[in-house]
T-cell receptor
Framework: RKEVEQDPGPFNVPEGATVAFNCTYS??????FFWYRQDCRKEPKLLMS???SGNEDGRFTAQLNRASQYISLLIRDSKLSDSATYLC??????????FGDGTTLTVKP | DGGITQSPKYLFRKEGQNVTLSCEQN?????MYWYRQDPGQGLRLIYY???????QKGDIAEGYSVSREKKESFPLTVTSAQKNPTAFYLC???????????FGPGTRLLVL
């Protein structure tokens, strides 16, 4: 079993749709959590950190469930420009960082 | 301009050759990381370093070596022992070990 697992998708949604991605992790010692966005053939860029209380940034909402060991990302009112691969990242306190394989989103007109 | 630079953008390796990928940051970050990404897959951790003169193996360290002699530099050598080196290599840095990582633009390594 992988340490961090994501549904690979692809998710194909129309503009304006709401879409949710989940990411599960197996290491209960994990300390910090992030969502990154990666465009084709580019480096990943931070989308948002994930806090225990949940956090929102515009159309994006991230949640953390430590008991069930998963994090989620909700995108509301999808835009064409949201099309990308979304990667979840889990860090342990020892500094080891594990990425999920990514979920591909395509938003269509 | 603060950031992370990687060079070269494209690198070609002949069979049996060692090659070194450069990663430099001027963000004054303590931690630095090397990842490998194969097409359609996520990032896999090769090596990471939390402090100068110290580094740890990641999940796929075999066939790679690193050094961390300076805070701002973390070069990665792909040795001839790495039998399938063709991939996209990404370097990242962060303030501390559980903090946000910032990535360089990557180096694409191809085997001739």
């Amino acid at each position: 079993r992988k340490e961090v697992e994501q549904d690979p998708g692809p998710f194909n949604v129309p503009e304006g749709a709401t879409v949710a991605f989940n990411c599960t992790y197996s290491n209960s010692a994990s300390q910090s959590f992030f969502w990154y966005r990666q465009d084709c053939r580019k480096e990943p860029k931070l989308l948002m950190s994930v806090y225990s209380s949940g956090n929102e940034d515009g159309r994006f909402t991230a949640q953390l469930n430590r008991a069930s060991q998963y994090i989620s990302l909700l995108i509301r009112d999808s835009k064409l420009s949201d099309s990308a691969t979304y990667l979840c990242v889990v860090n342990t306190n020892a500094g080891k960082s594990t990425f999920g394989d990514g979920t591909t989103l395509t938003v269509k007109p | 301009d603060g950031g992370i630079t990687q060079s070269p953008k494209y690198l070609f390796r002949k069979e049996g050759q060692n090659v070194t990928l450069s990663c430099e940051q001027n963000l004054n970050h303590d931690a630095m990381y090397w990842y490998r990404q194969d097409p359609g897959q996520g990032l896999r951790l090769i090596y990471y370093s939390q402090i100068v003169n110290d580094f740890q193996k990641g999940d796929i360290a075999e066939g790679y070596s690193v050094s961390r002699e300076k805070k701002e530099s973390f070069p990665l050598t792909v040795t001839s022992a790495q039998k399938n080196p063709t991939a996209f290599y990404l370097c990242a840095s962060s303030i501390g070990r559980v903090e946000t990582q910032y990535f360089g633009p990557g180096t694409r390594l191809l085997v001739l």
